[in-house]
């Protein structure tokens, strides 16, 4: 069956017919489409660039962990998110899935990296410096031969955040994996192993709570993209008060969260791709139109905070837009999320690769 949709294409705002057929979109008339919407606003699909399906999931206690990855792949998708990237995972149950499961398309990790004792139990593989390269080349396999990660700082075992690898480790990763062809995520919060992720060449600054505006010329440079993960910034707190952190410590988180909105617009104004992610896992899946919100409330511009988690998002993942040929990946909504980012929340319906996954017309 062939579908029809006319409405504005975003991020252009052109108005047009567009075509479904089989997986792909065309713009290309089709004779005996069936009408799905008139007057819609269309885009190429919500992205969370940073959740662990494995984690928090609303699956059933007791369920194994392929269904617990499913049931948030489900949630994400409910939402509007078509794609997401799982930066990190305590296992590989996430590896593979994607809309032949009912779920968006998923960019995974592999297994978290850490040095022992440094991360919350049972979560990562355990490495020490030496093996930190081979391991995040194995991991990068592992995981699909998308995307490494590695834990670059640390709430355990002290009474504020330190850092786990030396800059030397941490540029030998970035290497061996972009030599094997992935790329590669940093979880960071201190400015000393965002600038080293930097200068080691990291794909992605995850977090990144106190990158300094200092940093932001080299963050520009090397292309290296930023998700904040606002929508945890509650949960960091509870960490940090949990932890035992000293008020040192906790003075230091406070600061980068309120320094972030101010720095997040100058890294916006200086090229930095900042991207939308949720961390969700810490907390439920399927809230990426609430880091929309916040990445409003930050002050970044409305088209810049949808296409965080739209159309820049999928590029950042190498997947394309509304465009001649593509995957046919569209949530469409009846107003413009541009003048409302509360609009995010409330799709008409979702396509992808071709098949009608939730309609809510």
Known sequence: MAYRMSGWILPSGD???????GRNLTFEPVEGA??????????????DVHAHLSLGSPAPAGAGPRERVLASGRAQL????????EPGSPEYSSTGVGPADGVPRTFTAGRFLAPPGKYFPGLAREVDEDGLPDAAVEELRAGGGTWAKVIGDTPLGGDRLSRTFADDALAEAASRVHAAGGRIAVHCSLPEVIQAAIEAGFDSLEHGSFLGADQVPAASAAGVAWVPTRTIEAGVRGLVAEAGFSPVGISQVEDGFARQPDV???AVDAGVAVLAGTDAGMGPHGMIRGEVQLLLEAGLAPETAVGAASWAARAFLRL??????????????????????????DPSLGLLDGQLVFDHR
């Open 78 to 85: 409910g939402a509007g998110v078509l794609a997401l990237r």
């Open 15 to 21: 108005r047009r017919d567009v075509y479904v057929v």
């Open 34 to 47: 069936v009408t799905l919407l008139e007057e819609a606003w269309l885009l190429p699909g919500l992205v």
């Open 320 to 345: 394309p837009g509304l465009d001649e040929g593509a995957p046919a990946d569209v949530v469409a909504y009846r107003d413009n999320p541009l003048r409302d980012a509360r609009v995010l929340g």
């Open 264 to 266: 997040l617009c100058q």
